[in-house]
């Protein structure tokens, strides 16, 4: 069955302290993955799309990176500000549905 | 702002009430898909359009749900006779699907919270 399971399901940083987040997938022929970003009450922003193993993104203070089972979300000196649940999720099929994680749910004090 | 609209932003009912929310996508995305998201849980897909022809439906959506997009452009999603499970948020989310290969990820917007008493 095709699966994302996210890792840590929350994590609490110091203002300046560096981690990663994990996405791993159980997936026949992955087509994208994708991370968004979600703020209480919000819907989810988009942030990166992955294609295939190798590959790169970065925007200001994260960085994505996949290989082939999974993926990691690179936060580097992060701010309170970057506080929200990360999601991730791949597209299925030529509907292109997203299957998503539960989400990883980072809090990052001053 | 040109993201997707969705109303009404929040929505209190009784059980058994009839219940329709709205999304407008981005004005140039031909695809149009609705997910439903309880707390601490990520998006689940519910169905998708492409145009005005609903391609697929999730067997999450059970026959109490209707979803229509006439004309390629708005959707609604209704719910007849709400049950207590159906309290969660339910999100609208568009892309440009230009075949294989083309697509493009999905811009969400900020949902509609179904609360059921």
């Known amino acids: 069955e095709d699966q994302v399971t996210q890792s840590p399901e929350a994590l609490r940083l110091q203002e300046g302290e560096s981690s990663s987040l994990n996405c791993s997938y159980t997936?026949?022929?992955?087509?994208?993955l994708f991370w968004y970003r979600q703020d209480p009450g919000k819907g989810p922003e988009f942030l990166f799309t992955?294609?295939?193993a190798g590959e790169e993104k970065e925007k200001e203070r994260l960085k994505a990176t996949l290989t082939k089972k999974e993926s990691f979300l690179h936060i580097t000196a992060p701010k309170p500000e970057d506080s929200a649940t990360y999601l991730c999720?791949?597209?299925?099929?030529?509907?292109?549905?997203?299957?998503f994680g539960s989400g990883t749910r980072l809090l990052v004090r001053p | 702002d040109t993201g997707v609209s969705q109303n009404p932003r929040h929505k209190i009912t009784k059980r058994g009430q009839n219940v329709t929310f709205r999304c407008d996508p981005i004005s140039e995305h031909n695809r149009l898909y609705w997910y439903r998201q309880t707390l601490g849980q990520g998006p689940e897909f519910l169905t998708y359009f492409q145009n005005e022809a609903q391609l697929e439906k999730s067997r999450l959506l059970s026959d109490r749900f209707s979803a229509e997009r006439p004309k390629g452009s708005f959707s609604t999603l209704e719910i007849q006779r709400t049950e207590q499970g159906d309290s969660a948020m339910y999100l609208c989310?568009?892309?440009?699907?230009?075949?294989?290969?083309?697509?493009?990820?999905?811009?969400f917007g900020d949902g509609t919270r179904l609360s059921i008493l």
């Open positions: 992955l294609y295939s």
């Open positions: 989310a568009s892309s440009i699907w230009a075949g294989e290969g083309g697509n493009q990820p999905q811009h």
């Open positions: 999720a791949v597209w299925m099929d030529s509907s292109y549905k997203l299957i």
């Open positions: 997936v026949s022929g992955l087509r994208g």
